[in-house]
């Protein structure tokens, strides 16, 4: 008997026990579910991007001709001024040429003169050729007159044409020597502008011997050493990096083709860098690059932020965690982004919405939403109320039964 009486009080027990869970978990849904209150507050809306601190102008300085450094006279950080040298290179095989090309030019120039004087004695000589024609020519006229009134020998008629025609054949041929004289002093001529271009040319290799600086700035990069040999055969070899301005730098952000759409010039912009932590710089988008680069089919574009350093405290290569403001609202409905992310049922729900408890027990409310920040999504519009609490997850105590599902 006491063993049945036992047997049905534990049966009871039991009972009593899972009707008091079943009620207890339809009484207080709210034991479930972890919840927020919807509430107004400022959203701001952001783009966020990585970018490198350059300065905004800066020059590279190479060389043009090859050979072996043999001194530098500025290092990094050195402040140098425009003419002011860099650096040396070798210039014994650079005189040489100069000295040869001298020597050249004296050559023409003498070849040139010789050829000069020809002309002169040629110009001479025609004069006398002329003369003689003029004589011979008279001779001749004289002689024919002669000979037709029977007053001169025939022999004496040759020889005065033959006298003729020999100093107009002379004539003839000085003038054709003047002709070949003018071609060889044109040449010479020529020669000696070749040789004025090559003195000229390995003049100015010569000057580029000194690396000079072509602006006012700081060294911002030193590429080369004493005793190193440059070779500027194919390309200009890059020997130091001079900015010319360090008070005015600019951020070069890297944005994606996803939000490339949100960025416009004269959008406000802030960011900070690892070296001063807490410390935000602020800027605006003076340029958006339309050139893109793909990097492992990955599309971004350049935008380009102006920031001034008149503090010194932003470096070249430096890294910018940059922010693009696209919009800000004030005073708005809001509710937690991660209450948009609840779902419950099993089935996919249409549109954005939220989950409220409403008499103990779950709802979705359908809502339409604006602007987000990453944390709080604007409520546009739909059936909420500020102090209404949404579902944002599961307590701990819950979580090894069904847990709502996030997406």
Known sequence: MLRKISFFLTILIIF????????????????????????????????????????VATVIVGSQVSGKIVAIYADYNSRVKRGQVLAEIDPSLFEAQVQQSRASLETAKANLEKEKRTMQVLMANLENAQAMLEKAKRDFQRAKYLYEENLLSESDMDSAKQTYESALANVESIKSQIKAQEFAIKAAEGQLMQSLASLKNAETNLRYTKIVSPVDGVVVTRNVEVGQTVAASFQTPTLFLIAKDLSKMQVEATVSEADISKIREGQEAEFTVDAYPGRIFRGRVSQVRLSPVSVQNVVTYTVIIPVDNTH???????????????????????VPNVALRI??????????????????RPIRVPIKTGISDGTYTEVVSGDLEEGDEVIVGLKEEKRGTTAPRFF
């Open 16 to 55: 009593l026990g899972i009707l008091w869970f079943y009620l207890h978990r339809k009484g207080n849904r709210e034991s479930e579910f972890k919840l927020e209150r919807v509430s107004r507050g400022d959203i701001i809306s952001k783009v966020s991007a990585t970018g490198t601190i350059n300065p």
């Open 343 to 360: 779902r419950l049922g099993g089935e996919r729900q249409k549109g954005a919405g939220v989950w409220v408890l409403r008499d103990n």
């Open 312 to 334: 010194m405290l932003l470096r070249p290569g430096m890294t910018a965690n940059v922010s693009f403001l696209v919009a800000k609202k004030t005073n708005v409905l809001r």
